[in-house]
Nanobody, 131 residues
Framework: QVQLVESGGGSVQPGASLRLSCSSPEFSLADYAVAWFREAPGKGREAISCISRAGNISTFHVDSIQGRFTVYRDNAKNTVALHLDSLRPEDSAVYYC???????????????????????WGQGTHVTVSS
C-alpha cells in the first residue's frame, strides 16, 4: 500500500481556520479518490469526505461537520487539501488522508466511508482547538 503524508495541523483557538494538505511522494493523487478521516480519543476513526478524480465530493458526517470543512484538489502541486473553518474544541483530533487508486473509466467514483475501502494512508496530523 502506498503511504500518504499529511501536514498543516497545529494548536489553535476556537473560531480559527486551518488548511491541511495531503501529498504522495511517489504517486499522482490525480489518479486517486482521496478521503479525509479524523480520530479523537474514544471516538474511533470518523470519515469526513471524499473527493473523486474529477472533483466530485461525497460528504459523510454532515451532522458533525455542518458544512465547515471543504475538500479540494491542487493537481499542479499533487495535493489534496482540507480547509477547516470555525474550529471548535470538539474538532480536536488526528486528521488522516486516505487514497484509493481509480481507473480512468471511473473519474467520478468515491468509495464509501469505511476505512477498509482506502488502501493508502498517511501518518496523520494533529489538530488541537482550545482557549
Amino acid at each position: 500500500q502506498v503511504q500518504l503524508v499529511e501536514s498543516g495541523g497545529g494548536s489553535v483557538q476556537p473560531g480559527a481556520s486551518l488548511r491541511l494538505s495531503c501529498s504522495s511522494p511517489e504517486f499522482s493523487l490525480a489518479d486517486y479518490a482521496v478521503a479525509w478521516f479524523r480520530e479523537a480519543p474514544g471516538k474511533g476513526r470518523e470519515a469526513i469526505s471524499c473527493i473523486s478524480r474529477a472533483g466530485n465530493i461525497s460528504t459523510f458526517h454532515v451532522d458533525s461537520i455542518q458544512g465547515r470543512f471543504t475538500v479540494y484538489r491542487d493537481n499542479a502541486k499533487n495535493t489534496v487539501a482540507l480547509h477547516l473553518d470555525s474550529l471548535r474544541p470538539e474538532d480536536s483530533a488526528v486528521y488522516y488522508c486516505a487514497g484509493k487508486f481509480v481507473r480512468d473509466r471511473r473519474p467520478t467514483y468515491c468509495p464509501r466511508d469505511s476505512t477498509s475501502n482506502y488502501p493508502a494512508w498517511g501518518q496523520g496530523t494533529h489538530v488541537t482547538v482550545s482557549s
